[in-house]
T-cell receptor
């Protein structure tokens, strides 16, 4: 069964600094990968996804993630964060296979952006 | 702006009472998912519907939880009787097939704002 590891439970960073949120997955078959963001008292919002093709995917608000098959990673990066990026970020994986495939979530990383 | 809606947003109830949570999926989405989020367990999938039929509810405690989709615009999650350990945030998500070119039952999921349930 697949699993997702987000090693950092919390990442504090200053505004306008770069940030990387790490995500590693385990799966013996091909996968789809996702990053979701959850703002306080809200549901999860899809930030970006990797299905196939280019290994670098981008979101509309400046985040990007790179699929690295050899390292089984899908780290999320932003070159310059804003206060408004403070939220919980979840990495998720779904197996690329027939039959219903659950979306398996990591435990989340809380990004804390301070002035 | 198409969104998943959930009601109520907050519910406080006493142990033993029945709780019903409602979800309106995005129009055109044929799949609905129910999740529970707690600090200890994170996000857990409780149930999954496709075209209103329950396809997987293995994550749901069968003795007290039930999930239904009476029509394409309404999904419900019911707990009877409720217990303090049911306190959590319950999310509904609706989804689209992720990759129509691949015979994979995977979905891009859109989450509602959640129902925060407190059972005292």
């Amino acid at each position: 069964a697949q699993s997702v590891t987000q090693l950092d439970s919390q990442v504090p960073v200053f505004e306008e600094a770069p940030v990387e949120l790490r995500c590693n997955y385990s799966s013996s078959v091909s996968v789809y990968l996702f990053w979701y963001v959850q703002y306080p008292n809200q549901g999860l919002q899809l930030l970006l996804k990797y299905l196939s093709g280019s290994t670098l995917v981008e979101s509309i608000n400046g985040f990007e993630a790179e699929f690295n098959k050899s390292q089984t990673s899908f780290h999320l990066r932003k070159p310059s964060v804003h206060i408004s990026d403070t939220a919980e970020y979840f990495c998720a994986v779904s197996v690329r296979n027939t039959g219903f495939q659950k979306l398996v979530f990591g435990t989340g990383t809380r990004l804390l952006v301070s002035p | 702006d198409a969104r998943v809606t959930q009601t109520p947003r907050h519910k406080v109830t006493e142990m033993g009472q029945e709780v019903t949570m409602r979800c309106q999926p995005i129009l055109g989405h044929n799949t609905v998912f129910w999740y529970r989020q707690t600090m200890m367990q994170g996000l857990e999938l409780l149930a999954y519907f496709r075209n209103r039929a329950p396809l997987d509810d293995s994550g749901m405690p069968k003795d007290r939880f039930s999930a239904e989709m009476p029509d394409a615009t309404l999904a419900t999650l019911k707990i009877q009787p409720s217990e303090p350990r049911d306190s959590a945030v319950y999310f509904c998500a609706s989804g689209l097939v992720l990759d129509p070119l691949v015979p994979s039952d995977s979905y891009e999921q859109y989450f509602g704002p959640g129902t925060r349930l407190t059972v005292t």
